[in-house]
């Protein structure tokens, strides 16, 4: 690990550090039992708390007063961990960062209920945030949630549809994945007095790296044959999930092509022989180089949001953050 | 119907009319159709909104602008909304104002999502309203939120408890159905510039009308023959659920009643003739005698909050409104 990097990676644990701190102690209540235990489950799970630590880096980036602003930090991560409980029901996960998913270890009306209590406390924990333009955040939060309804909705519609476009599948994803970092880089900013103008180059950076991100997700998931992310080599094709790569290869195989991938996704049970054939015309149409090259285009994007600032704007931290990221070898 | 009965009628109607037109429009997209239709169902499907009309029948009392305060009370009734496609998921329950729930029409998955959605365009509408108050309004509906919670969780875990006390049932029913009531009251004066001493008189008041609202339902349940507010006779007993009249019947009865009304709660399927059986034991055990009174003191407690504001303000649309609300016969 080169100095730099270490540096960087001593540099996010000072930033993650306050917000679990803060986080193992925002619920102070212990009855109801059913819905406090497992919200405190969840928010005591550990994960990296990227998202937290991603808004408070752009809040440092614009000269604001970080330790002012842990309680926002704090709303997006308890936001973050509603979306998690809800989706995970949604998709039938038993785990969830090495553990058992909320509705698996209580039951579905649980982890409901639990879901709701946390999009309840993300508030409340926004509100503590000191700062005039609470309204302004409070707005963007909202804003924000609704799309990544709109993001899960389009996710699970495209589970049971034969004819997604990639159009259609890069707008789910920036969605469901973009929407929420983007939320982190913006109110990063607005905390710390960005313009309008900032503000808009900020969310477009936090989105285009969470596309990135979902891109090489879908990657990584077929090319790497270790265990990653907790994911076992070729899930997505497993679960018949429409990834860039499925989406690519559809619209741009030979007719023979499509028939045989369509064939493979048919059995019940695809075999890792059936992985590695998927795997196979993924690279004859292209679609593994496109899917590197599309991540590339979201990181220059990501970039371009950063070189559009003014440069008193040290964005040094933002740019380490995405290399951060999107170092996962394929 | 009395002259005054009717003009009051009209006067709710001249409140609801313009929340009914508000929450029909307030949804502009239509995709993703999984999010939005059930959404815009659940918008669209009538109720008497009892609740945005209690909060501008408040902010009225108190002399503001109540056509600025159209979407802050759209966004209670949406906040409410939400709270019922949720608790019908774990409830199970089939139909709601006479049309399928949600999740009975489209699935669990489908009515969680739409849970959410209204959640966030319940802030989102809450983030329209006029004021200068907006940051507390925000605490109010957030807090309020979180009370729901914990009241719904209780509601279950009492589900499958032996042992209710009736002082936790009391706690239950306050933030299961008073709880909202008091938001509609503190919010209306807050919005209309009203004092702290006043905003909490005025929770005071909606959640005394919950309380009692919550006894009488569970009253009309088992002393009503005919179908009240779309339940059968008895439905309550059928459900095993904990009501005021079973807590009070077994926490006074004599061990021979207690005995008999726990053997008859036992059976598979409880007949008509179990639940006049166990009407008979809440007779001679006091418990529907109690109730009744209960309900008035929770209803005198109500009317003292009133009288103990100024007397400048006009507190004769609320009385009207507790009336109406508790004039259901028995």
Known sequence: MSKASSTFDQKLLTYKQPVSQYLSSIITKEKPQSLYEPMQYVLSGGGKQLRPVLMLLTANAFGGAVERMIPAAGAIEIL??????HDDIMDNDATRRGRPTVHHKWGIDVALLAGDGLVALAYESLARTQTDRLIDVHRMFTECI?????GQALDKEFEVSEDVSMEAYLEMI???????????????CALSGGSKTDMVALRGFGESLGIAFQIQDDLLDITSEEKVL??????????????FLLIHALEHGTEAQRAEIRKEMQSEQISRDGIYRIRQHFEEIGSIQCALTTVQEYIDT??????SLHRDISTGDLKNFLRYILKRKF
């Open 80 to 85: 973050h961990n509603f979306t998690l409980v």
């Open 146 to 150: 609704l799309e990544l309804c709109e």
């Open 174 to 188: 920036r969605k469901k994945t973009g929407r929420l970092l983007g939320l982190c880089t913006e109110m990063g």
């Open 230 to 243: 907790g994911k076992d080599f070729g899930s997505d094709i497993k679960r018949k999930k429409k990834t």
């Open 302 to 307: 990501a970039e371009a949001h950063l070189d």
